[in-house]
C-alpha cells in the first residue's frame, strides 16, 4: 500500500467545521487535500487558516470552488491528483430548514450524493467515508445506543442522511470494491485548540454550543433552555457532545483502516457519555469565565431526551476513541468565539 504522502483525498465540503478540521488532521498524517465546496454556508478563509496551521500550500491542500451536483465542478476536482478516498461531507444539515425546504434537501443531499458517486465511478475511486448523523435513530430504542438498533429519522433533513445511507449500501454492493464508512456522528462542538478554525454558523444558531458562545461573548442576551420538565435528573435534554478534533481524528482512523471494511460500514462517533443542556451551560460557565444567563422555555418540537452513544464500534473496527472532555470542548470554542466574535468575518 502507498504511503500517506503520495495518496490524494477528496474532501466535499471541506471548508466547513467538521469539514476544515478534518483537512488539518488527514494533512498532518501527510495526506494530500483537494478541498470542492460551493461556499455556500462556509467560508474560504477556512482553507487560508487550515493552511497556516499545517504548513500546507496551494498543492497539498487544493481548493475548488465548486458544487458537487455540478458534474464538471467535481471532474475538476478529482483532475487535481490521482484521489485514493473521498470523505463527503458537503450538505444541508439544519432540521428546521429542511422542514420548510425539502426539496432542497433532496437536491442537496441527495442529488449531490448521487453526482459525488457518478464522479467516483467516472474516475475510479471506491473508497467512500461519509458523513452521518445520529439523526438516523429518530427517538432511540434505548441508550446508549448501537448501530443494530432501529432507525428512522423525523425531519427531510434525517431521511436524507438514512437514504443516503441506503444508497451507499445499495452501490457498495452492486459491485465489489466498495469501501464505505458510514460515520453517525452524535454532537460535534469545540473547535481547533489553536483557536483558528471553529463553527461559524450563519444567524441564530440551532444548536447548543454556539448559541451559549455566542451569548458569552456577548452577541446575544441569554440562552433559552429548551424545556426543563423531561425526565432526566436535571430536567434537560442529554446529548453526546464530542469535541470535533476528535471526530475529525475518526475520519482519518477510517481511511486509515478502511480495508477492514468490506461494503458500507454503519459506525457510530461519540464519546459514550451524556451530558445535560445545564452541564453543559455549568461547563462553559466556568471554560469564559462570563455569567451565561438562560431563560428556561417551552421544548423544542421533535427533540430528543436522551441520545448518547456505544462507542465500541469504532474502537473495535477504526482503533478510535474520543479523549477530549467536555471541558477542553468548552475552552476550545471558546478561544475560537473570543479570538473571532463574528466567526471568519472578524
Ligand atoms: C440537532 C439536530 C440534529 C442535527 C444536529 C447537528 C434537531 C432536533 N436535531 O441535534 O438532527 O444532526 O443538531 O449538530 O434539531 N438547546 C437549548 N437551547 C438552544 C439550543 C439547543 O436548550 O438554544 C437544547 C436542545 O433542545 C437540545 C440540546 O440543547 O436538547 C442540544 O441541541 P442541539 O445542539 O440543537 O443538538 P441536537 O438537538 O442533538
Same mark, same amino acid.
Given at each position: 500500500?502507498?504511503?500517506?504522502?503520495?495518496?490524494?483525498?477528496?474532501?466535499?465540503?471541506?471548508?466547513?467545521?467538521?469539514?476544515?478540521?478534518?483537512?488539518?488532521?488527514?494533512?498532518?498524517?501527510?495526506?494530500?487535500?483537494?478541498?470542492?465546496?460551493?461556499?455556500?454556508?462556509?467560508?474560504?478563509?477556512?482553507?487560508?487558516?487550515?493552511?497556516?496551521?499545517?504548513?500546507?500550500?496551494?498543492?497539498?491542500?487544493?481548493?475548488?470552488?465548486?458544487?458537487?451536483?455540478?458534474?464538471?465542478?467535481?471532474?475538476?476536482?478529482?483532475?487535481?491528483?490521482?484521489?485514493?478516498?473521498?470523505?463527503?461531507?458537503?450538505?444541508?444539515?439544519?432540521?428546521?430548514?429542511?422542514?420548510?425546504?425539502?426539496?432542497?434537501?433532496?437536491?442537496?443531499?441527495?442529488?449531490?450524493?448521487?453526482?459525488?458517486?457518478?464522479?467516483?465511478?467516472?474516475?475510479?475511486?471506491?473508497?467512500?467515508?461519509?458523513?452521518?448523523?445520529?439523526?438516523?435513530?429518530? %427517538?432511540?430504542?434505548?441508550?446508549?445506543?448501537?448501530?443494530?438498533?432501529?432507525?428512522?429519522?423525523?425531519?427531510?433533513?434525517?431521511?436524507?442522511?438514512?437514504?443516503?445511507?441506503?444508497?451507499?449500501?445499495?452501490?457498495?454492493?452492486?459491485?465489489?470494491?466498495?469501501?464505505?464508512?458510514?460515520?453517525?456522528?452524535?454532537?460535534?462542538?469545540?473547535?481547533?485548540?489553536?483557536?483558528?478554525?471553529? %463553527?461559524?454558523?450563519?444567524?441564530?444558531?440551532?444548536?447548543?454550543?454556539?448559541?451559549?458562545?455566542?451569548?458569552?461573548?456577548?452577541?446575544?442576551?441569554?440562552?433559552?433552555?429548551?424545556?426543563?420538565?423531561?425526565?432526566?435528573?436535571?430536567?434537560?435534554?442529554?446529548?453526546?457532545?464530542?469535541?470535533?478534533?476528535?471526530?475529525?481524528?475518526?475520519?482519518?482512523?477510517?481511511?486509515?483502516?478502511?480495508?477492514?471494511?468490506?461494503?458500507?460500514?454503519?459506525?457510530?462517533?461519540?464519546?459514550?457519555?451524556?451530558?445535560?443542556?445545564?452541564?453543559?451551560?455549568?461547563?462553559?460557565?466556568?471554560?469564559?469565565?462570563?455569567?451565561?444567563?438562560?431563560?428556561?422555555?417551552?421544548?423544542?418540537?421533535?427533540?430528543?431526551?436522551?441520545?448518547?452513544?456505544?462507542?465500541?464500534?469504532?474502537?473495535?473496527?477504526?482503533?478510535?476513541?474520543?479523549?477530549?472532555?467536555?471541558?477542553?470542548?468548552?475552552?476550545?470554542?471558546?478561544?475560537?468565539?473570543?479570538?473571532?466574535?463574528?466567526?471568519?468575518?472578524?
Amino acid at each position: 500500500m502507498s504511503e500517506p504522502e503520495d495518496r490524494t483525498v477528496v474532501v466535499t465540503g471541506g471548508a466547513g467545521y467538521i469539514g476544515s478540521h478534518t483537512c488539518v488532521v488527514l494533512l498532518e498524517a501527510g495526506w494530500r487535500v483537494v478541498v470542492i465546496d460551493n461556499l455556500d454556508n462556509s467560508s474560504e478563509v477556512a482553507i487560508d487558516r487550515v493552511r497556516e496551521l499545517t504548513g500546507a500550500d496551494a498543492d497539498r491542500c487544493a481548493f475548488v470552488e465548486g458544487d458537487i451536483r455540478e458534474p464538471a465542478d467535481l471532474d475538476r476536482a478529482f483532475a487535481v491528483g490521482d484521489a485514493a478516498a473521498v470523505v463527503h461531507f458537503a450538505g444541508r444539515k439544519a432540521v428546521g430548514e429542511s422542514v420548510d425546504h425539502p426539496l432542497w434537501y433532496y437536491d442537496h443531499n441527495v442529488g449531490g450524493t448521487v453526482c459525488l458517486l457518478e464522479a467516483m465511478q467516472r474516475h475510479g475511486v471506491r473508497d467512500l467515508v461519509f458523513s452521518s448523523s445520529c439523526t438516523v435513530y429518530g %427517538e432511540p430504542e434505548g441508550v446508549p445506543i448501537t448501530e443494530g438498533m432501529r432507525v428512522g429519522a423525523q425531519s427531510p433533513y434525517g431521511r436524507t442522511k438514512l437514504i443516503i445511507e441506503e444508497m451507499l449500501a445499495d452501490v457498495a454492493a452492486s459491485e465489489p470494491g466498495w469501501r464505505v464508512a458510514l460515520l453517525r456522528y452524535f454532537n460535534p462542538v469545540g473547535a481547533h485548540p489553536s483557536g483558528r478554525i471553529g %463553527e461559524d454558523p450563519v444567524g441564530i444558531p440551532n444548536n447548543l454550543m454556539p448559541y451559549i458562545m455566542q451569548v458569552a461573548v456577548g452577541r446575544r442576551d441569554h440562552l433559552t433552555v429548551n424545556g426543563d420538565d423531561y425526565p432526566t435528573p436535571d430536567g434537560t435534554c442529554i446529548r453526546d457532545y464530542l469535541h470535533v478534533v476528535d471526530l475529525a481524528e475518526g475520519h482519518l482512523a477510517a481511511l486509515d483502516h478502511i480495508d477492514r471494511l468490506d461494503g458500507a460500514i454503519a459506525v457510530n462517533l461519540g464519546t459514550g457519555v451524556g451530558s445535560s443542556v445545564l452541564d453543559v451551560v455549568h461547563a462553559a460557565r466556568a471554560a469564559t469565565g462570563q455569567p451565561i444567563p438562560y431563560e428556561v422555555g417551552p421544548r423544542r418540537a421533535g427533540d430528543v431526551v436522551a441520545a448518547w452513544a456505544d462507542p465500541t464500534a469504532a474502537a473495535e473496527l477504526l482503533g478510535w476513541r474520543a479523549t477530549r472532555t467536555l471541558d477542553e470542548m468548552c475552552a476550545d470554542h471558546w478561544r475560537w468565539q473570543a479570538t473571532n466574535p463574528a466567526g471568519y468575518a472578524s
